[in-house]
């Protein structure tokens, strides 16, 4: 992250400003996610997340990886490896950003080399909130946004100057077919 905590903040609030009239992803949606699911994603403006650790399975350069596993997908592949939390949303823990900057934090003091966010531009500003209050208590990890490669040219600009590493699993839109109602 070459950005302040002051400065991952305004980014934070500008992103959740995005929520209104969501644009966050290629699908460029306009709905208000402000009022609960909507969109292609059918995601409101929580944090779920199904799971974090330290992490061995990324390529050598990443390893140990601080994985932080997002609950829901902007994608919605119906052949997706990780549908029963990213399409069915099964055990996943809502999150406040508090509690993220917390994870990150004890990540860190456990030896991860980053912060690895998997399937992340659906809760950006719920993110940027939690690296912002992490940075301010001297988190300095470099950020892995571990994403479908399906980002909007307006989330791209956010997150310009903090993520360090994007990792795109695909390059293309997912033509993948509709995903599974929820």
């Not at 980002?151 to 995903?179: F, H, M, N, Q, Y």
Request: proline share 7%.
């Amino acid at each position: 992250m070459k950005l302040s905590a002051r400065e991952i903040r305004s980014r934070a609030v500008e992103a959740r400003a995005h929520y209104a009239r969501c644009d966050l992803c290629a699908h460029d949606c306009r709905v208000d996610r402000t009022h609960g699911p909507a969109g292609v994603c059918q995601e409101g403006d929580g944090l779920f997340l199904a799971g974090a650790g330290v992490h061995f399975g990324e390529e050598p350069r990443l390893v140990p990886s601080g994985l932080i596993l997002i609950g829901g997908c902007n994608l919605a592949c119906q052949s997706c490896e990780t549908y029963e939390f990213s399409l069915e949303r099964r055990g996943l823990v809502k999150t406040t950003p508090p509690e993220l900057a917390s994870l990150l934090l004890d990540l860190e003091k456990r030896g991860a080399r980053n912060a690895n966010f998997v399937t992340p531009t659906h809760v950006l500003p719920a993110l940027l909130e939690g690296l912002a209050i992490a940075a301010d208590h001297g988190f300095s990890l470099p950020v892995v946004w571990n994403c479908g490669g399906y980002e909007s040219l307006p989330a791209l600009r956010l997150l310009e100057g903090i993520v360090d590493i994007c990792r795109a699993a695909s390059r293309t839109p997912p033509r993948c077919g509709k995903a599974s109602p929820r």
